[in-house]
């Protein structure tokens, strides 16, 4: 028996399998692009020797370095002035200026512009007296040329007095990024990093834009839908079903009644840890046996003072909902309260004999509003955003100068958790290699395919018969019982099947070519009656 050769359908899957190929690869190239870079958060040196904690960006031509940090909900990028005023009676110019972040002198910038920008819902945080475009450069690279910007004329709260770009759902900021080819997608993610008051207790922390950090998080993590949510700014809200304290001496105590759980809003611009009702404020001091004194009106405004030496000793782990359970250290939560010292603009502390516990109880006035954890919280956890896919996840942060981005480019991913981290010094592996580890798995995955359909094609379709000619096996053919099968390929029972099965005389099985017909009843090939 011949069998007739079949190029055009192999050709057809090898095609099929190669694009396979080629569409996987076009994506996973996409998402080992370099459209990803992180900023740190650190002491950022502005004029006159001061310096303050944010990030670092650079605006005008030439550069003037000044200190930012992101806020939410808010969508427009604003800074201070040198000849905006300071608020009557709180500050020197100095003083005021390392408040701000430094302080912005548009007379001097060579590629300032004044731009026509449309309105905003950021009043409530600033009173812009006038909109501009310049450069402004966040590190060696990553410029946004022509970024849109207001000049802040007045103070309108105390909780967003430095130099700041929104993030928000409606940021200009990733937007602007995208278009410039900085990222691939409206994602963010954010680490606070270590504020404390010694070499030991500090470390620099981390936004990333367009992904996020590999190195900086650890174990699973939690995600959820991205808001809004009325009274959640960022649309992040977290179920909180305990706060455990752990003493230095290795007793611990709940905070939160059993099954009293609670919600709160997770905000990065937040300056304290978390703000609490009364009810559970009241459960801390009874579990620690301390008495407030007082409130900072300092770096970490309205945090809670108290004696430094009748002051919490021990960490706070946050118990939420889904298993996440980030212990904040004490390091971070208990701090001395620093202010802005008012003849040098440097970061003091005024009074040794008090400690500010950040920490925040509502005021009969807001009794009833939404409980927030702030930035001390995210020195604990790590947190991502991605906008295009509205979503948001949270991991335990692991507190590492490491780092190892990876962009978000499939806006519908969710991260996978992290792996357990190695006990020696992380080993970066380079994109291209990890491109070419996809690529040669998915030229395998291809011939692997080209391979399967070749063997179901020889165990699966039977040979084809020559035709048989007029008269011979004339008593054989009499006597086949024949099923009838289309000539096209179609799809029977999940089979492909083509031309009339046949049974000759000597028991050979074949296909013959010939005229579509209905198949009737059955249709699997049935055996000749003897």
């Known amino acids: 028996m011949s069998q007739t050769p079949m190029p055009s359908r192999l050709a057809e899957v090898s095609i099929v399998a190669l694009a396979l190929v080629h569409t996987v690869f076009a994506q996973q ?47 427009a ?23 701000n972040g430094g302080q912005f ?25 006038q909109w501009y475009t310049d450069t402004f450069t966040f590190k060696s690279g990553v410029s946004l040329e022509q970024n849109p910007f207001g000049v802040a004329e007045s103070y309108t709260t105390s909780l967003h007095p430095t130099n700041t770009f ?12 995208q278009q410039q080819g900085h990222i691939s997608s409206k994602v963010w993610s954010f680490w606070w990093g270590k504020d404390g008051p010694t070499a030991e207790t500090s470390q ?3 936004l990333v834009f367009g992904g996020y950090d590999r190195a900086k998080v650890t174990g699973p993590n939690i995600t959820r839908t991205l808001g809004p949510v009325s009274n959640c700014p960022t649309g992040i809200v977290v179920n909180i079903n305990d706060l455990e304290l752990k003493f230095a001496n290795g007793t611990s105590a709940s905070v939160v009644s059993g099954g009293q759980s609670f919600s709160a809003c997770v905000r990065p611009d937040w300056v ?8 559970i404020f009241n459960q801390f001091e009874q579990a620690t046996g301390t008495s407030s004194v007082g409130r900072s009106a300092g770096l970490y405004f309205y945090g809670t003072n108290y004696p430094a030496d009748d002051v919490f000793d021990g960490d706070m782990t946050v118990q939420l909902s889904g298993g996440l359970n980030p212990t904040i250290s004490n390091s971070q939560l208990v701090l001395p309260d620093r202010s802005i010292d008012n003849d040098t603009g440097e970061v003091t502390v005024g009074n040794w004999s008090q400690s500010e516990v950040l920490i925040n109880s509502f005021t009969e006035q807001n009794a009833y509003d939404q409980s927030i954890l702030g930035r001390a919280f995210l020195s604990a956890a790590y947190l991502m955003v991605n906008q295009d896919a509205g979503t948001w996840t949270l991991w335990k942060a692991n507190p590492t100068d490491e780092e190892d981005l990876v962009p978000v480019c499939n806006s519908t991913s969710t991260p996978a958790p992290a792996p357990p981290k190695p006990s020696s010094k992380l080993h970066k592996i380079s994109r291209g290699a990890i491109a070419g580890a996809v690529m040669g798995s998915m030229v395998m995955a291809a011939f692997v395919i080209v391979a399967g359909v070749l063997l179901w094609r020889r165990y699966r379709v039977p040979p084809v018969l020559p035709e048989v000619a007029p008269g011979e096996h004339a008593h054989a053919t009499a006597e086949n019982k024949e099923v009838l099968i289309p ?25 013959q070519r010939q005229t579509v017909q209905e198949v009737p009843g059955d249709h699997a090939a049935h055996e000749l009656s003897a």
């Open 166 to 177: 929104g993030l928000g759902p409606d940021s200009w900021t990733l937007p602007l990024m």
């Open 487 to 511: 000539a096209e390929p179609q799809e029977v029972e999940g089979r492909q099947l083509f031309g009339k099965t046949v049974q000759d005389s000597s028991g050979n099985v074949g296909v």
């Open 77 to 99: 990028t604003w800074l201070y002035e040198g000849q905006m005023p300071c608020p009557e009676g709180s500050q020197s110019q100095i003083a005021c200026a390392s408040t």
């Open 105 to 129: 002198n548009s007379s001097q910038s060579s590629t300032l512009a004044a731009a026509d920008v449309p309105h905003t819902n950021d009043s409530n945080a600033v009173n812009v007296s």
């Open 272 to 279: 304290v840890a978390i703000d609490v009702n009364g009810g």
């Open 204 to 206: 620099d922390g981390s």
């Open 29 to 75: 190239t996409e998402c080992q692009s370099d459209k990803v870079f992180s900023v740190p958060i650190k002491n950022v040196s502005i004029a006159k020797g001061a310096s303050i904690r944010g990030i670092p960006v650079q605006v005008g031509t030439p550069p003037q370095q000044l200190s930012f940090l992101p806020t939410w909900p808010y969508q």
